[in-house]
């Protein structure tokens, strides 16, 4: 077992790679039973420095000190003996072994054909008990729930002997009760002398966890504090380093005739169940409707079928006092509606294909952008370069993968995509998920404008404060049908919880 | 910038140079063991196919046919589908061009030929077609279905060419030779270099990988294709019917093929015989990687493999080991070129060797 880390220092890390200065004479500290927040934007750092600290780069510059002497980590494995665990945004579980069996994965046993499970199967049960993980070894990871794979994660590096654990953007996949839980968990862990460094941009989870935090910007640090001594809205300047204003919405809705309007819709979902039972909605010119509810509760089933990526079975969806129900999805989009998926990377964009090529995904075969069969070269370099420019997306230049772009630029490339074709009506999903809140600012202001050009405005969201700040109206799904729809004045997050869990009527609860 | 160009040029010949050096040394032991000299044999096997008219008509005559099937290749992977039924395709191909032109071998060339390169794209593309349909409607990987119609290929093919196609010559001699008659000379492709094998048929190739290139990225059905490969669930989005484009480029797949089988018959043999393709279909994989899966990167990396097959040719005849060890070391400098593109998709690697070499280079200038 590595000894107790009772402080752990880097100092001055400096680590570069081709053209860019990814850590700048970094220096952190960190003592036994702290939780140390590592803040900063997309880009700016927080995992290049924790991969140094991890064994997996090597620093220009930079020595680490633990308990006071000098150590040098030059791979994972390093970083293990000396008790320094290390949880992945995306999770190394191999899908088709149990929990037993990846944990067992992670040991260095010296009998080479032998698996010593029994051995491996005491330790879990010994962790799961100490920090109330539980979990069931035999079960395979593809069964598992994000948040019970990301337990199996924690369970693996306890169970190597980590004291200090890393946890890169552990609440990224998580869903708001899972990302309580796991606060929940760390705090226990932090009680019995474990050091837990975290890694987020999400300012609400760091001041809920953290003692201290350090804000990174460009790969320098450029704070460093208690977390109790500042509100979200500082630490949110200082990551950013301007001032960050979520917009709110103020004006009220001049909402006066329907652009959507769903009726009495019934589809199925993919396992071949019903996912959408006699679902009613009506979205207005320049009014944004927003969809809360957990999720799995039709929301994608939703979102498909208003864009003709899936089919329904009975009921009738008009856009523009058209029924656009069961249409082929070129069909809608050419009549006005734009579509900004949940899943950017995949479904939103094609990682491989340039920006420019990405930006004419919906209208490539369309005059100007091509001539018959063929594509109009000049126009379509004038036409991407033009949004690059109107949507600040940071790229090197137009003939970029979209697969090397941070999640916000990849979501302003969709973003320039689909409001710039001018729709009537857009769906936009959970269009926030995952982004610094810089990025999130500018896609919270570019939907208020396009609201403002009356177009109608379809946002699914799971996070509470993202609705009330923007839609004038907020309805909540629940098991494929709409339960309420309140309006902005009347809606708060209690109501709104409450709908959210199937409950109605309050007073029937009492 | 023009500078970061130069390096990096610099930088991808040296990786490949390095790469090819050490397949020739572990082939140089396979050569000594065979009790052949290895230096000798190489540079035979690089510098005589270069060194005449012959050779480097040769190299264009191999390199006809690796074009053909590599654009291919090259749309079907593009399109996300591994096809690995180049040989079937170039058989049905063959035989489909071969009955054209032995039904009318009267017509004038300019009508004939571009008749018979229709029909033997239309017989690679309905050979390929399966494979693709069956891949989008009943979910059976098209790695196993084009290998397995690559054998019902070859018998149908064996099974014509002795029976009902047979030249009526081999049977009046009795000799049962399995190929066609002669063709006409209408269907012939003319010869480009007088005394040499050189047709037009390199003619063709190169202007269909023109024609490849653009319509891969200048139009809006290339669009639909490309996008519907490189990621399907984007492709619905965007309301592309992928089932529709899989099938689509296995056609087109399996017709450039086909096309190969008729640059064969009408440009080389001038009929349909046993061993029309020589193994293009497989290389014809490798020449689309090698070439990046590029139309425009095909055209070199068919005749750098031109180049490979013709030299190991010239090296068996001059310092006569068995053919076999040429395979081998063909297969040797194929598996150094394929590995060797990890040191362009890897940047940290990259990144490692090219500081090396700048350290190196300064080195040499304080010596002088």
């Known amino acids: 077992m590595p000894e107790i880390i009772n402080k752990l220092e880097m100092r001055k890390i400096t680590k570069k790679f081709p053209g860019v200065l990814a850590c700048n004479n970094i220096d952190i500290n960190i003592k036994s039973g702290e939780i140390v927040a590592l803040l900063g934007e997309n880009g700016a750092g927080k995992t290049t420095l924790m991969n140094v600290l991890f064994g997996l780069y090597q620093p220009e510059h930079g020595e680490i000190f633990l308990n006071d002497k000098k150590v040098i980590i030059n791979s994972p494995r390093t970083a293990f003996s000396y008790g320094i665990g290390m949880v992945h945004q995306h999770f190394m579980l191999v899908p088709n072994l149990t929990v037993l069996e990846n944990v067992a994965l992670g040991f260095i046993s010296k009998k080479i054909f032998k698996l010593e499970l029994n051995k491996v199967r005491t330790k879990i049960d010994e962790v799961s008990k100490e920090y109330g993980l539980s979990v069931n070894p035999d079960a395979y990871i593809w069964q598992l729930s994000v948040g019970e794979q990301q337990r199996v994660e924690l369970i693996k590096v306890l169970c190597l002997g980590a004291n200090l654990l890393i946890l890169d953007e552990p609440t990224a996949a998580l869903t708001p009760q899972e990302t309580d839980e796991l606060i929940v968990l760390l705090k226990e862990m932090a009680k019995k002398d474990r050091s837990i460094i975290f890694i987020s941009h999400k300012l609400n989870e760091v001041k809920a966890v953290s003692n201290r935090v350090y804000v990174l910007r460009n790969g320098s640090l450029v704070y460093e504090g208690e977390t109790t001594e500042h509100s979200?809205?500082?630490?949110?300047?200082?990551?950013?380093?301007?001032?960050?204003?979520?917009?709110?919405l103020k004006e009220k809705s001049h909402a006066t005739s329907p652009i959507l309007e769903i009726k009495n819709v019934f589809a199925k979902g993919s396992m071949g169940t019903m996912a959408l039972e006699g679902l009613s909605l009506t979205v207005g010119k320049g009014e944004i409707v927003g969809i809360a509810g957990v999720s799995g509760n039709g929301q994608k089933e939703l979102a498909d079928v208003i864009n003709g990526i899936s089919h329904i079975e009975s009921g009738q969806i008009l856009l523009n006092n058209e029924n656009i129900a069961n249409k082929a999805p070129q069909k809608i989009i050419n009549k006005g509606m734009g579509y900004i998926p949940e899943d950017r990377m995949h479904e939103g964009t094609i990682p491989s294909f340039s920006v420019k090529e990405n930006i004419i995904m919906k209208d490539y075969c369309k005059a100007p952008l091509s001539k018959s069969l063929f594509l109009q070269d000049k126009i379509i370099e004038n036409y991407s370069k033009e949004l690059i420019n109107n949507f600040a997306i940071k790229c090197p230049d137009n003939k970029t993968a979209c697969a090397s772009l941070?999640?916000?630029?990849?979501?302003?490339?969709i973003l320039a995509r689909e409001l710039s074709r001018k729709p009537k009506m857009l769906v936009a999903a959970y269009p926030i998920r995952g982004l610094d809140i810089g990025a999130a600012e500018y896609v919270h202001e570019?939907?208020?404008e396009a609201r403002s050009e009356n177009i109608g405005i379809l946002l699914i969201s799971e996070e509470l404060d993202e609705l009330l700040d923007i839609c004038d109206r907020i309805a909540v799904i629940y098991e494929g049908k709409i339960l309420d729809v309140l309006d902005r004045d009347i809606a708060t997050k209690s109501k709104l919880g409450l709908l959210m869990a199937g409950i109605k009527d309050e007073k029937k609860v009492i | 910038m023009k500078k970061k160009l130069y390096n990096e040029t610099i930088y991808r010949l040296l990786i490949v140079?390095?790469?090819?050096?050490?397949?020739?040394?572990?082939?140089?032991?396979?050569?000594?063991?065979?009790?052949?000299?290895?230096?000798?044999?190489?540079?035979?096997?690089?510098?005589?196919?270069?060194s005449g008219k012959f050779g480097l008509t040769e190299i264009l005559v191999r390199a006809a046919p690796l074009m053909l099937v590599g654009l291919g290749i090259a749309i079907a992977f593009r399109s996300g589908i591994l096809n690995i039924g180049g040989e079937g395709q170039i058989m049905i191909g063959a035989i489909f061009?071969?009955?054209?032109?032995?039904?009318?071998?009267?017509?004038?060339?300019?009508?004939?030929?571009?008749?018979?390169?229709?029909a033997s794209f239309i017989g690679g593309?309905?050979?390929?077609?399966?494979?693709?349909?069956?891949?989008?409607?009943?979910?059976?990987?098209?790695i196993l279905s084009t290998i397995m119609l690559n054998y019902i290929a070859f018998q149908v093919y064996m099974y014509l060419i002795r029976g009902p196609m047979i030249d009526p010559q081999e049977v009046s001699y009795g000799t049962g030779v399995?190929?066609?008659?002669?063709?006409?000379?209408?269907?012939?492709?003319?010869?480009?270099?007088p005394a040499s094998r050189l047709h037009a048929g390199i003619i063709v190739a190169v202007i269909l990988a023109?024609?490849?290139?653009?319509?891969?990225?200048?139009?809006?059905?290339?669009?639909?294709?490309?996008?519907?490969?490189?990621?399907?669930?984007?492709?619905?989005?965007?309301?592309v019917n992928v089932k529709n484009y899989l099938v689509l480029a296995m056609l087109l797949s399996g017709g450039f093929a086909g096309m190969a089988g008729a640059i064969e018959v009408c440009g080389v043999h001038h009929r349909a015989l046993e061993s029309i393709s020589a193994g293009y279909g497989f290389s014809g994989i490798v020449v689309a990687l090698f070439g990046g899966l590029h139309p425009l990167g095909i055209i070199p990396a068919s005749a750098v493999f031109g180049l490979l097959i013709v030299g190991a040719d010239m090296m068996q005849r001059s310092v006569t080991v068995p053919a076999s060890i040429i395979l081998a070391i063909q297969g040797l400098i194929i598996l150094a070129i394929v590995s060797s593109q990890i040191f362009f998709s890897n940047i940290t690697l990259k990144e490692k060797i090219m500081i090396k070499l700048k350290l190196m280079k300064s080195g040499d200038k304080d010596d002088s």
Do not use: D, H
């Not at chain 2, 061009?97 to 229709?118: E, K």
């Not at chain 2, 494979?131 to 009943?138: D, F, I, P, R, S």
């Not at chain 2, 399995?178 to 270099?193: E, F």
């Not at chain 2, 490849?212 to 965007?238: D, M, N, P």
């Open chain 1, 232 to 248: 979200v809205s500082t630490l949110a300047e200082k990551m950013a380093g301007r001032e960050i204003s979520m917009p709110i």
């Open chain 1, 406 to 413: 941070s999640g916000g630029n990849v979501q302003k490339v």
């Open chain 1, 446 to 448: 570019q939907l208020l």
């Open chain 2, 17 to 50: 140079v390095v790469a090819v050096l050490s397949a020739l040394l572990v082939g140089a032991i396979l050569l000594l063991i065979a009790k052949a000299n290895p230096l000798k044999a190489y540079y035979v096997m690089f510098t005589e196919p270069l």
């Open chain 2, 97 to 118: 061009g071969s009955f054209i032109a032995l039904s009318f071998p009267n017509l004038p060339t300019y009508i004939l030929l571009p008749f018979v390169f229709i």
């Open chain 2, 125 to 142: 593309a309905i050979w390929g077609g399966i494979a693709g349909w069956m891949k989008a409607y009943l979910s059976v990987n098209e």
């Open chain 2, 178 to 193: 399995p190929q066609t008659a002669l063709l006409s000379k209408n269907a012939w492709l003319v010869r480009i270099i």
């Open chain 2, 210 to 239: 023109i024609f490849v290139y653009f319509f891969l990225w200048k139009t809006t059905i290339g669009y639909r294709l490309r996008a519907a490969g490189a990621e399907a669930k984007a492709a619905k989005y965007i309301g």
